[in-house]
C-alpha cells in the first residue's frame, strides 16, 4: 500500500511540471502580427516593444519559462491586462460560482444516472431498458449549448417569462440564488449523466453476469440485495474513474452555460478574457484546472487503491 | 473448363471478388443485427451525400440573400425558412454538412495517426519511454478539452485548418491510451515472440503485427471520436472561436443572429440544433454497434 502511494505520488511531479510546460507553451504560439493587434485594439501598452515586454517575450526562452514557474510557484500568476488586478485573485473570487454550478451538474448526473443505469441492465431489452438507452444517446448528441438556448427562447416565445440575466447573490435570496443554478446545471448534466449512466449499464451487466451474483440468488436472497450489495458495490469502481474524466468535462461546458445564462463564474471570466487577449488570465485558468483536475485524479486513484485491494499489489 | 483453367492460373484474381461478397453479406447481416447501428450508418450516409452533392441538393448557394424574404417560415420555396439576412437556411444546412464533415473527418484522421504512433510504440517499446510519453499523456489530458480548444483558438485566431489540427491534438491523447492497451495485450501473443525469434525488426513487427491486431479499436475509437469532434466544433463556431463566418458551420448559424432573432424565428436555431444533433447521434449509433461486433470482449454489453 505505501509503495502504491509513492509511486503514485511520484508521478504526479512530472505531470504537473508538462502542464506548465504546455501552459507556456501556449501563450508562445501567439503570432507576431496579434501581438501587434494587442496593443493597437486593446491599449494594453504604448508601442508593440512595451507590449512585447509586458507579455515577457522579449527574453530568451528558457529565461522566460523559468522566471514564469518561479512566479507560479509562488503563487503569483501573473496580472490580468484588462482588469489590472493579478490573475489568481479575478479567479479565486470567482471560483465558487464555478464549483457551484459543476457540483450541482454532478449531483444531478449522478443521481440521474445510476439509478436508471442499474435499472436499464437488471430490466435488459425491455421497454425500460430501451427508453433509458434512447435517453441516454439524446444527452450524448444533443449539443448543450442548443438545450441551453432552447430552454431560454420557448418559455419567453410562449408564456413570456425569460430567466433572469442579474444575477442573485445568496446573501440577498438564498432561494433565488440556488435556482437559478437548477436550468443551467441540468443541462450541463445531461451530457455526463449520459456517460456515466451507459458505463453503470454495461458494467452491471457484466457483473450481473458473474458466479458471486449467481450464488447470491441461489442463497435466496432478495433483489435488492443482490443487486445494491453484491452487483453494484463491483460494478461502480469504473463508474467512479470516468467521474473524474466527467468532471473535466463539466469544467469545460462551465465557460457556455455561464456565458448563456449570464452567470458571473470562472467560465465567464474565461470567455471574457479569450475576447479581451487577455492572455495571462487564459494561462491562469487554465494552469489552475489542469493542476485541480491531476490532484482530482490522484485522488480518486488512492480512494481506489483503499476500496480495491488488487490495486494495491499490481 | 476455360473457367476452371482460369482459376488454376489466376488462384488470386478469384479471391478478392469472393471477399468482396462476403463483405456485403456481412454488412447486410450486422445491419439486421444491430438496427439501430445501420440507422446511425443510414444518417452519416445522408449527410456525406449532403457533403459531397452540396451544389446539386442545395435550391440556392450558401451566401445567396434574398432582400425581400428575410425571417421567412418554412414554405414550398423555402423548405426550412429563411435567417435574416434573406439566405435559405436548407441550403445552409446542406453546406454546412459538407463543413462539418471536413472539419470531423480531416481531425480525426489527424488525431487517430497520432494516436496510433504514439499508443503503439507507447505500449510495444514499454519502459521509460512508455513512462515518460505516458505523463505527456496525462498532462495533456487534464486540460478539459473545451477550455484548452477555446484558448489555443484565440491565441493562434480561428480559421478551418487552425480547428482541424487543434481538435486533431485534442482527441489524440485519449484515443491513444485505448491503443496503447490493446497493444499491450497484444505483445503478449507467441506470434509476436515467433517474429522476434526469427529475427524481424521491431519496426517490421510494429507494423506488420501489432497494427493489424489494434485495428478495431482504433475503428470503434475513429467512429466515436467523430461525434465528439462534430460537437466539439459546433460549440467552438457557437462561440465564435471556430468556423469563422461567411462559411455555414452549423454551430456559427446558432451563435448570434441565431439567437437575436430566435423569438421572430424559431426555424432559425432549431435546424441547425437538429443536424448537430443528427449527426453526432448517428456516430454515436454507429460506433456503438461497430464496437459491439468488432470487440468480442464488449459484446452484448
Known amino acids: ?314 | 473448363m476455360a473457367q476452371r483453367v482460369e482459376q488454376l492460373t489466376h488462384p488470386a484474381a478469384a479471391a478478392p471478388r469472393a471477399d468482396k461478397f462476403s463483405a456485403l453479406r456481412r454488412a447486410i447481416r450486422m445491419a439486421r443485427r444491430k438496427p439501430l447501428g445501420a440507422f446511425g450508418g443510414l444518417i452519416i450516409l445522408l449527410m456525406l451525400i449532403m457533403a459531397i452533392f452540396a451544389e446539386s441538393i442545395a435550391p440556392f448557394h450558401y451566401n445567396k440573400t434574398h432582400v425581400r424574404d428575410r425571417l421567412k417560415p418554412p414554405s414550398a420555396t423555402y423548405i426550412l425558412g429563411t435567417d435574416n439576412l434573406g439566405r435559405d437556411i436548407f441550403s445552409r444546412i446542406v453546406y454546412g454538412a459538407r463543413i462539418s464533415m471536413i472539419v470531423s473527418l480531416s481531425s480525426v484522421i489527424i488525431g487517430i495517426v497520432l494516436a496510433t504512433v504514439v499508443g503503439t510504440t507507447s505500449g510495444y517499446f514499454g519502459g521509460a519511454f512508455d513512462i515518460l510519453v505516458q505523463r505527456v499523456v496525462d498532462a495533456w489530458q487534464a486540460f478539459p478539452g473545451l477550455i484548452v480548444l477555446l484558448s489555443i483558438m484565440a491565441v493562434v485566431g480561428s480559421g478551418i485548418v487552425n480547428l482541424t489540427i487543434a481538435l486533431g491534438v485534442l482527441v489524440a491523447a485519449g484515443t491513444s491510451r485505448v491503443i496503447r492497451s490493446a497493444t499491450l495485450s497484444v505483445k503478449e501473443h507467441t506470434y509476436i515472440e515467433a517474429a522476434r525469434a526469427v529475427g524481424a525488426s521491431h519496426w517490421h513487427i510494429l507494423l506488420r503485427y501489432v497494427l493489424p491486431n489494434v485495428m478495431a479499436p482504433i475503428i470503434i475509437a475513429a467512429t466515436v471520436t467523430l461525434g465528439f469532434v462534430i460537437l466539439a466544433e459546433a460549440s467552438l463556431s457557437f462561440l465564435g472561436f471556430g468556423v469563422p463566418p461567411p462559411y455555414p458551420s452549423w454551430g456559427l448559424m446558432l451563435n448570434g443572429s441565431g439567437r437575436v432573432f430566435m423569438l421572430r424565428a424559431p426555424w432559425m436555431a432549431l435546424w441547425p440544433g437538429i443536424a448537430v444533433s443528427l449527426a453526432v447521434f448517428g456516430f454515436n449509433m454507429l460506433g456503438d454497434a461497430l464496437r459491439d461486433v468488432l470487440d468480442p470482449r464488449l459484446r452484448g454489453t
Open chain 1, 1 to 314: 500500500m505505501r509503495q502504491y502511494v509513492i509511486k503514485r505520488l511520484l508521478l504526479v511531479l512530472p505531470t504537473l511540471l508538462i502542464i506548465t510546460l504546455i501552459v507556456f507553451a501556449l501563450t508562445r504560439l501567439i503570432p507576431g502580427d496579434v501581438v501587434e493587434l494587442m496593443f493597437q485594439e486593446q491599449g494594453y501598452a504604448k508601442d508593440v516593444a512595451a507590449m512585447r515586454a509586458m507579455l515577457g517575450l522579449d527574453r530568451p526562452l528558457h529565461l522566460q519559462y523559468l522566471s514564469w514557474l518561479g512566479e507560479v510557484l509562488r503563487g503569483d500568476f501573473g496580472t490580468s491586462l484588462w482588469t489590472k488586478n493579478p490573475v489568481l485573485e479575478e479567479i479565486l473570487y470567482r471560483l465558487p460560482v464555478t464549483l457551484e454550478l459543476g457540483i450541482v451538474a454532478m449531483v444531478f448526473a449522478v443521481s440521474m444516472a445510476i439509478p436508471i443505469g442499474v435499472l436499464a441492465a437488471i430490466r435488459q431489452d425491455t421497454l425500460q431498458d430501451y427508453a433509458a438507452r434512447s435517453f441516454a444517446i439524446g444527452g450524448l448528441s444533443i449539443p448543450n449549448f442548443w438545450l441551453a438556448t432552447i430552454a431560454i427562447v420557448l418559455p419567453a416565445y410562449y408564456f413570456g417569462w425569460t430567466p433572469p440575466i442579474q444575477f442573485i447573490k445568496f446573501a440577498d435570496n438564498p432561494w433565488g440564488h440556488l435556482g437559478q443554478f437548477l436550468l443551467p446545471a441540468f443541462i450541463l448534466g445531461l451530457s455526463s449523466g449520459a456517460s456515466v449512466m451507459r458505463l453503470t449499464r454495461a458494467m452491471m451487466l457484466e457483473v450481473l453476469r458473474q458466479d458471486y451474483v449467481r450464488t447470491a440468488w441461489s442463497k435466496g436472497l432478495q433483489e435488492r440485495v443482490v443487486v445494491l450489495k453484491h452487483a453494484l458495490r463491483n460494478a461502480i469502481i469504473p463508474v467512479i474513474t470516468i467521474l473524474g474524466i466527467q468532471l473535466a468535462q463539466v469544467a469545460g461546458g462551465t465557460v457556455i452555460m455561464e456565458s448563456i445564462f449570464g452567470l458571473p463564474g470562472m467560465g465567464k471570466f474565461l470567455f471574457d478574457a479569450l475576447l479581451q487577449r487577455d492572455y495571462p488570465v487564459v494561462q491562469g485558468v487554465n494552469l489552475l484546472l489542469a493542476s485541480i483536475i491531476v490532484m482530482m485524479n490522484l485522488v480518486t486513484d488512492l480512494t481506489y487503491a483503499v476500496i480495491d485491494p488488487r490495486i494495491r499489489y499490481r
